[in-house]
């Protein structure tokens, strides 16, 4: 069974700091295109920061800078550390994972949205000026 569970939601003020955890399981984690997505209400759901399966690493223009997406091999971890907190960073933050059977995930660019096999249940994190 897949599991995507993501932590580290918050509020907190604009420059602020937070960390988002996703614990992955059910999957060839090590092979698969890793993402965060974010969504606000009324908007449309965005990729904000991605990392394949050799480890490179791409990000939204909004975020670059400010936010590092890495991932913990061994604990089948993903991470956002997002920094330079503005409030339109305010949404729903999602991971995701674009897992296939017997196939390494390379990808240049972000994640679209259509394109992830697994999403997490999200959290929310707010952001006050």
């Known amino acids: 069974q897949v599991q995507l569970v993501e932590s580290g939601g918050g509020s907190v003020q604009a420059g602020g700091s937070l960390m988002l955890s996703c614990a992955a399981s059910?999957?060839?984690?090590?092979?698969?295109?890793m993402g965060w997505f974010r969504q606000a209400p009324g908007a449309e759901r965005e990729g904000v920061a991605g990392i394949d399966s050799g480890g490179t690493t791409t990000y939204a223009d909004s975020v670059k800078g400010r936010f590092t997406i890495s991932k913990d091999n061994a604990k089948n971890t993903l991470y956002l550390q997002m920094n330079s907190l503005k409030p339109e960073d305010t949404a729903m933050y999602y991971c995701?994972?674009?897992?296939?059977?017997?196939?390494?995930?390379?990808?240049?660019?972000?994640?679209?949205?259509?394109?992830?096999?697994?999403w997490g249940q999200g959290t929310q994190v707010t952001v006050s000026s």
């Open positions: 995701a994972a674009r897992a296939l059977s017997g196939v390494s995930c390379y990808r240049g660019r972000l994640l679209a949205a259509s394109e992830p096999s697994y």
């Open positions: 059910g999957f060839t984690y090590t092979r698969a295109c």
